[in-house]
């Protein structure tokens, strides 16, 4: 499938429900109390989320995926921690959130936008369920995505993988997919005095 079959290049990306479906997830945020003994603080879970969202689309059109699609994995794939602020068996328990907030999009912007579908739905919860296992690779290529975006973003805002993990691994791996594995080692720290 083309990656930009659903509107012309010059209309934009097409990820439209995607935005919606974040509109809806950061109005919940609001509501959410930031006491509590939360294994993570919103403030990381909700960053985390809008930034594996974003390096989902890029990912996604660097392997000829869908990047809406793709971003919806990542918008939705640590939503029972983001709401609970627990990560225990976070993947299988993002479904019940994944279908309350398809649905409340689907009964708002479906007319407009376009519904997401259940083969979608299905989609995106098969990449989530799975997700922690980083050592496991499939053949499921939104999950494999979710897992390197996982892992790079992770990275990204400055969490060092442990030596040889598969995060660190998956981390590589998808910098090497972009030729820019190298220059990291150029990198230094310079810490102003
Ligand atoms: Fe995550």
Sequence with gaps: MPILSKGKPEAG???????????ILQTRIETLSREGNR?????WSTAHMYTTTQLA??????????PELAGLVCAFHDVHTLHTGKYQ??????LGYILEIVKEYNDKWSDQLGDISEAEVEIIYQAIKGHSDKNVVTELPYEELLKDVDS???????????????REERTIRLLDEFNIDDQLSALKREVPE
Excluded: C, M, Y
Aim: net charge neutral.
């Design 13 to 23: 990306l097409p990820v439209w429900r995607l935005n919606r479906v974040l509109a």
């Design 39 to 43: 294994e993570t603080p919103i403030v």
């Design 57 to 66: 689309k890029i990912v996604a059109i660097q392997r000829s995926l869908d």
């Design 89 to 94: 068996d976070h993947g299988p328990k993002a």
């Design 152 to 166: 790079l973003d992770a990275f990204l805002h400055g969490f060092e993988p442990q030596e040889k993990s598969a």
